[in-house]
């Protein structure tokens, strides 16, 4: 119930919010009224979402509380790398946004991850970015130093 509220909320700020009834023969039927957020206005939310932080994290729980093994791959990399300041959004909280990061992306699965608003994809490709070094070079882009550049120095 809490999700509904918040979603309505979210609508009625954003103003891109449709009052839609089912109607027969334009008669309103009694108890069938909802209201609802344009997908339009969950696409905006989301691009301004993924565009606030240099990296940004849909995924299943929280980084303290990671609810499935993929988004736990995903906190462990970024650990792993140095990387603490992120944004992390729980789709489990949010239908709107679980479905829409989805349509966004064009990605079926969370976790999904955005460096600079830019989608950069799931677990899988995540990790092969981690052991191919591409994601070393990648977090120096967005002016983040990889944790693993220094353990590097200190094992030699």
Avoid at 85 to 101: E, F, K, P, S
Wanted: charged letters at 20%; a positive charge.
């Amino acid at each position: 119930m809490n999700n509904i509220i918040r979603t309505t909320a979210r609508c009625l700020r954003s103003s891109a919010w449709q009052y839609r009834t089912a109607q027969n023969n334009g008669e309103l039927l009694s108890g069938r009224a909802r209201l609802m957020c344009s997908s339009s206005a969950v696409q905006k939310n989301l691009e301004e979402i993924v565009k606030k932080d240099k990296v940004v994290v849909f995924m299943k729980g929280t980084p303290a509380q990671p609810m499935c093994g993929f988004s736990n791959a995903v906190v462990q990399i970024l650990r792993m790398h140095g990387v603490d300041g992120y944004a992390a959004y729980n789709v489990l909280d949010d239908q709107d946004i679980r479905q829409g990061i989805k349509n966004f992306s064009n990605w079926p699965t969370i976790p999904q991850v955005f460096f600079n608003g830019e989608f950069v994809g799931g677990c899988d490709i995540l990790l092969q970015m981690h052991q191919s070094g591409d994601l070393v070079e990648e977090l120096q882009k967005l002016g983040i130093r990889s944790a693993l550049l220094d353990q590097e120095k200190e094992s030699k």
